[in-house]
């Protein structure tokens, strides 16, 4: 299988539940280092209020500090109207407008009702002049209603269906693949978003590629999570999934080195180990020597 877009939203998902913030020049940086890594796809910043998300204040700065990378795509996403304006005024290369399929969960975390919400999208849909993604976000469960109806989210994605890439986003890691791989297939969603909250994600992500998505949404280290969903971990980690991914033959075009050499700055830079394994593992290829040059350790 081939044609698979890896979209890295550590800088916008990753970094937005982060306890710290981050000056823009180190987010800057950081989407510099995914694009050298061969990402195709990265979302740089979220356009919202500073005050709501303080970790993602000053999205201009961050892509005004950008190097731009040939063959690379900078997204931006945003909830409504005056985050369109913003994002209009820094000329990314695609719009990432996010709803969610519950009441509750547009109200947390946008200040609207659905209805309101959808409405938003279809504004800022008519107006676009680049590429678009819509994502949906808790199509498989929502924090605040439970269980989330599967032909809710068929309705919601079919309005937009034709006209901009759809991602469907399990937010607080609930969903299993054979839920997710019925939901692509009903929805006809270009893309998944995946949580590995309670340990499927990975799973998760070879389901929807099985049922037709040809876009997979994470984040480099496994950072992230959502403010607003309680107890919402983080994402599926790019360097986990690339070496997944390569390995079951999917090509990925991402520099594997390249990529865990930006988990281990993060991890300096944060003070922390993060939630991805690959990075601390390291890479391994069926080529390299069995068993290893080093023996294991006495369990003694």
Do not use: K
Not at 63 to 79: F, I, N, P, W
Not at 264 to 282: D, F, H, M, P, S
């Amino acid at each position: 299988m081939t044609g698979v877009t890896l979209c890295d939203v550590g800088p916008r998902d990753g970094l937005q539940n982060e306890p710290e913030t981050l000056a823009p020049g180190v987010r800057a940086e950081l989407v510099d280092r995914l694009a050298r890594a061969g990402l195709p796809r990265v979302e740089a910043v979220s356009f919202v209020r500073d005050d709501r998300v303080p970790p993602m204040a000053g999205a201009e700065q961050v892509v005004a500090a950008l190097t731009r990378r040939d063959g690379v795509e900078y997204s931006g996403l945003v909830l409504n109207e005056r985050g369109y304006e913003r994002f209009r005024a820094v000329a990314l290369d695609r719009v990432n407008v996010t709803f969610a399929a519950t009441e509750s969960f547009n109200r947390a975390n946008g200040n609207a009702s659905l209805e309101e919400a959808v409405a938003r999208v279809e504004a800022i849909l008519a107006v676009a002049d680049v590429p678009a993604t819509v994502t949906i976000s808790v199509c498989f469960g929502c924090p605040f209603e439970g269980p989330v109806d599967p032909g809710r989210v068929a309705e919601l994605a079919a309005r937009f269906t034709g006209r901009a890439e759809v991602v469907l986003s399990d937010t607080i890691g609930v969903a299993t693949p054979s839920r997710v791989r019925a939901l692509v297939e009903r929805t006809h969603a270009e893309g998944f978003h995946g949580h590995n909250t309670r340990n499927t994600g990975y799973a998760n992500c070879l389901a929807a590629l099985e049922a037709g998505a040809r876009v997979l949404d994470a984040s480099v280290g496994g950072l992230g999570g959502c403010p607003y969903a309680p107890r919402a971990t983080g994402n599926v980690a790019t360097e986990d999934l690339v070496y997944l991914l390569e390995g079951e033959g999917i090509e990925t075009g991402v520099d594997l080195d390249r990529l865990i050499g930006v988990s281990t700055w993060l991890e300096g830079l944060l003070g922390r180990t993060l939630e991805g394994y690959v990075y601390r593992a390291g890479p391994w290829s069926p080529s390299e020597p069995w068993p290893p040059s080093e023996p294991w350790p006495s369990s003694s």
